[in-house]
């Protein structure tokens, strides 16, 4: 370690030392934290101020924002612009907050979708759709601009929204430089190397180490165990403990013996049984251990909420009557603006005695401004305990020194689905808060039949791959197009990230069908013959095999189609033979299954052998003849014994037992239609070519025959290949000829509907901007026009209901049904052209939007809805949104730009109005 510098000049030259090499900006920046910068960070800080861009994956509540906020003071020092992006609203504010404490609020914006405050300084927070809508506007806010934040570009992953990260990382001016900050992805490597490509000289820091180390632990009735044990298996890895081994295999007994017991086999003493705690006792457990505060994820909003009512149930207090005070103090400050009658409806008696308990929950269904006030108290240390679903992990800094994991599945919308260990990961990111906590801790909550070497698994494995999501978009095509062209348009689709992993994907293809290609020449090589061209011989016995094969195949489908239309002539009574298999042997139709099939005739018929069954076609490989008929009894019963047995004992009097050798021999044959033509010329040239006599022949066949089978693989392998290649491209000349021939593109040319298909940036947006072209909102009230628009953008949680749902009458039913023949005739033209972007429109909150836009209160909307006061403010807050696309797109003078405009006014009220965040 070097000495400290003692002497003046000492000191001088170690200060100008750290100005070589952190420069004058990091060393002012340093300033203003009051802990050093780990390394990671100075590396990527130094980068930035050499004027490089930066790609930061490292582990969450590592530091990775202080990059960011780098880039904000290089751009305020410079006299410069730095816009900080983030994927949701909520993120948004909090760094809001953050830089306007910092540097002022005249210095620092803020635009989402719902705030627009400051938009021209210097500094400013936005969403990432923000930016992305910015540069397809071309909007002289971006003048100046030096640096873009983009924290959590993971996001980029999701498959509804990461297409966005893609476009602004494509589109923005190459003057700007990329701060891509990341959650640890084992491909950080991969992903810098398409921002060098795409964005230039750009540095790529990946840091794995946790500032705060985590400690897992297993949760086994009321006993807490360590994950890990001291002292490593011989490869290395962390050992599990015993303790947890044994409960597993005691678990296994217990199974065993229990199963034993139901089938008769001796008793045995019962090993111990482990049984999971109530929550009240898990949250006291880890209270006794020192571990609050804590986050336990549970994923399931009403599993969250239920928790919560257990605790206070059980009397759980975990604060004192002092800290109870400041939190009811705070919560009366934010809720202020909200009226009495809301309040009630939302719960809040019930929800502050939880918050003044220490106690909270956290989910997309609850109100914005109580989520708000949920992370305000987390983050303060006055609230303890928050039940969570893994919403929580996304962004929102709230970090607690131990996170609590309930289950090690969850259901993902169509299934229970094991986590995988990024997910596991992500959520215990959030153990352990930097400066306070001297390690974080992570508890899984043991179920019967866990396997701690899975829980192991998932702790100790560092697999969370970035994966593009990125395709164009009509809205994409119409602005890109508007922008730089067709052509140049085309070029830049093919710079995204997805492309960039296909192709890196078709290296090993391409990589294969080389060595392929080298093998082929070598069989040819193997299988030439001193008399002549021996491919070409063994080419023309590949035809005539093929030929052969062919028509086998069509003899054989002419035989079942045979087949099929004599067991629909059979008739109950026919006594028929079963040629083969189980059911071989003489048979009485008892009833002939006409149209129970597919595939044909079903027929269901008594064996010799007294045994009823159904038989299919498959059956039958060739056509069935009844042998005799014998007359069934109206009162015939298959389910009565005696009955079978009489009629069987009928069948096996009245008709001899066939020889099935003799009847399969004469089935078999069929009437010769002749030699082929073509096989016989094949045969003939055979027979004249001159490798036809080679002593070597065969042995020269063998190796044209591994010639052609490697053959069918390379032509495969190239499709494969050709398939991958431009993929991105080729989806976008598709969507393309979709806009053409709707009139939205004219070659190169972006027409007056297209301008308008631009300004609407929805998932819905070809079916938006058709519906407004064809008028289908024309007549509709404010009330009518957001019902209607709502199917645009509402997505129903389960999509299995079982009833339709309620829509307003008269004209706003009429447009909805409009809007769906509209859609089926997009969805048509759309399989035409080889894309599939346009989901059907969903009227289940069309009821709930006419409501609220007609001014009814929010406890009526809420109760006949059946929704939480979350996802009714996120569905309202999306629909005016689109509602203020629409009158953007509209003409001006316009009545529907007047009626969308109403119809957000009416919308804006209430818990809508004051909540800040969607």
Known sequence: MDSPATTPAERYAAHRARVRENGPALLDFQTLYDFELDPFQLRACRALEAGKGVLVAAPTGSGKTVVGEFAVHLALANRQKCFYTTPIKALSNQKYADLVRRY?????????????INGEAPIVVMTTEVLRNMLYAGSHTLAGLAFVVMDEVHYLADRFRGAVWEEVIIHVPDSVRIVALSATVSNAEEFG????????DTAVIVDEHRPVPLFQHMLVGNRLYDLFVDGGDPDGRPRINPQLRNIAVDEIRRAKINQGRRTGRRRVARPPRFRPSARPEVIQRLDRAGLLPAIVFIFSRAGCDGAVRQCLYAGLRLTSHEEAEEIRAHVEMRTADIPDEDLRVLGYDEWLDGLMRGIAAHHAGMLPTFKEVVEELFTRGLIKVVFATETLALGINMPARTVVIEKLDKWNGETHADLTPGEYTQLTGRAGRRGIDVEGHAVVIWSPGMDPFAVAGLAGTRTYPLNSSFRPSYNMAVNLVGAVGRERAR??????????QADRAVVGLARQLHRNEEALAGYAEAASCHLGDFMEYATLRRRLSDREAELARRRSAARRAEAVRSLERLRP????????????????VIDPGLGRRSDGPAPLVLTAQRSVQRLSPLDFPSPVEPLERIRIPRSFNPRSPQQRRDLASTLRTKVPEPDLKAHRRRRGGGPGAGEDAEIARLRRELRRHPCHGCSEREDHARWAERYFRLERETEALRRRVEGRSQVIARTFDRVCRVLEQLGYLEGDTVTEEGRRLGRIYNELDLLTAESLRAGL?????PP?????VSALVYESRQPEVASAPRVPPGPAQDALAAMLRLWGELDAIEKDNRVSFLREPDPGFAWTAYQWASGRPLEEVLTESDMTAGDFVR????????LGQIADAAPEDGRIRKVANRAMDAMRRGVVAYSSVA
């Open 104 to 116: 002022g609020p005249e210095k620092v914006g803020l635009l989402t979708g719902d705030n627009s």
């Open 193 to 200: 190397e398409w921002l060098q490509a795409v964005r230039g």
């Open 491 to 500: 070029t830049l689709l093919e710079e995204s990230f997805a492309q960039f």
């Open 573 to 588: 009574g026919d006594v028929i033979v079963v040629p083969a298999g189980r059911r071989a042997g003489l048979a009485v």
């Open 777 to 781: 909102w024309e007549d509709l009230e």
């Open 784 to 788: 009518e026009l957001a019902a209607c």
């Open 875 to 882: 569905a309202v807050k999306q629909l005016i949104d689109l």
